[in-house]
């Protein structure tokens, strides 16, 4: 009696996630910031712009930002210079002073200098402190973040030295629970899995999303800076490419909601609680992997077999 609830209760519960999930989406919808050139209801015809508007907008396709766009300083700090550029490219006496972490900074203006060897872009700032000053965009774009919770989410997560801290604690991790949980016969995904998908299907869902988030890094570059400058959690908003990304990176939370829920309900709270953290540990080993190995197309073969295995072993444990 109690497996015939369940089995007609599952279908609420995972309808019940997509529906929340689909409202989340619909909520994250956000309209583009309307461009500088566009006042109100009138929209200025491109045959109509002056040169420098037009530089404006092909500077804006090609960099991904503008005037008026807002950076987040990353680093420790980030030095500007109060004179001008001319100024300093002459090697004359010049002053410059520091914008620290976390401080905002909006651009004010933008110039290009041809007979700059180190960088041709310049970019003009302002603080909070309403102090203006020069850097060139080389130096800029390492030490901030666009003012962009998402942007900045992405800037962390794409970190070398937390990719390589993250690796280690993962083997780790992974190593210390494997051994735990072998040790007391527990359930772990993969290998002594409950009679759910849900957790093996998650775990391959992380593995395809890291695969493809690599693949846009290192195929279409572009389309990533792109969004990196202006991100949305909507994928209707987003060309094909990376709403295919977000509508996967929708599906781990949908299908995580419902791997929790049959974890939850197969096993008593210590077990449930210890399988998790396995699968939570397998999905950060996986996202890992196949982020890195994919950079350099081994993920590829190395998500094909292990799809053919996961699906093959999760078939076997639940026949």
Same mark, same amino acid.
């Given at each position: 009696m109690y497996m015939t609830s369940r089995r007609m209760t599952e279908p609420f519960r995972v309808f019940s996630a997509v529906l929340l999930a689909l409202l989340l989406m619909s909520s994250c919808y956000r309209e583009h910031t309307p461009s500088r050139f566009q006042l109100k209801d009138t929209v200025v015809v491109a045959d109509t712009l002056t040169p420098s508007q037009q530089d404006s907008i092909n500077f #804006?396709?090609? /960099? /991904?930002y503008s005037e008026n766009f807002n950076f987040v300083v990353r680093k420790d700090s980030v030095v500007l210079l109060r004179q001008q550029p001319e100024e300093y490219l002459s090697q004359m006496m010049t002053d410059s002073f520091s914008v620290y972490r976390n401080e905002r900074m909006v651009v004010a203006d933008i110039r290009i200098y041809p007979d700059d060897a180190v960088d041709s872009v310049w970019v003009y700032l302002a603080t909070e402190q309403s102090e203006f000053g020069w850097i060139r965009e080389s130096k800029l774009l390492k030490a901030v973040d666009p003012d962009d919770p998402i942007s900045q989410f992405i800037s962390i997560f794409s970190d070398t030295h937390l990719l390589i801290f993250l690796v280690v604690i993962s083997l780790i991790g992974v190593g210390y629970l494997f051994r735990k949980i072998r040790k007391h016969n527990a359930k772990i995904v993969h290998f002594n899995d409950i009679s759910s998908f849900y957790p093996a299907a998650l775990a391959l869902l992380v593995a395809a999303a890291a695969t493809f988030y690599a693949t846009i890094q290192l195929f279409a +570059? =572009? #389309?990533?800076? =792109?969004?990196?400058? /202006? +991100?949305?959690?909507?994928p209707f908003s987003q060309p094909p490419l990376l709403a295919v990304f977000l509508a996967s990176v929708w599906s781990l939370l949908i299908v995580a909601i419902a791997a929790v829920d049959e974890v939850l309900h197969s096993l008593r709270f210590n077990e449930a609680f210890l399988y998790l953290c396995g699968l939570a540990a397998v999905c950060a080993f996986n996202y890992i992997v196949f982020s890195i190995t994919t950079l350099y197309y081994i993920g590829y073969p190395l998500f094909i077999a292990y799809m053919y295995w996961a699906v093959k072993r999760s078939s076997r444990l639940q026949s």
């Open positions: #804006a396709k090609t /960099h /991904h +570059p =572009e #389309a990533w800076r =792109e969004f990196y400058f /202006h +991100p949305s959690l909507n």
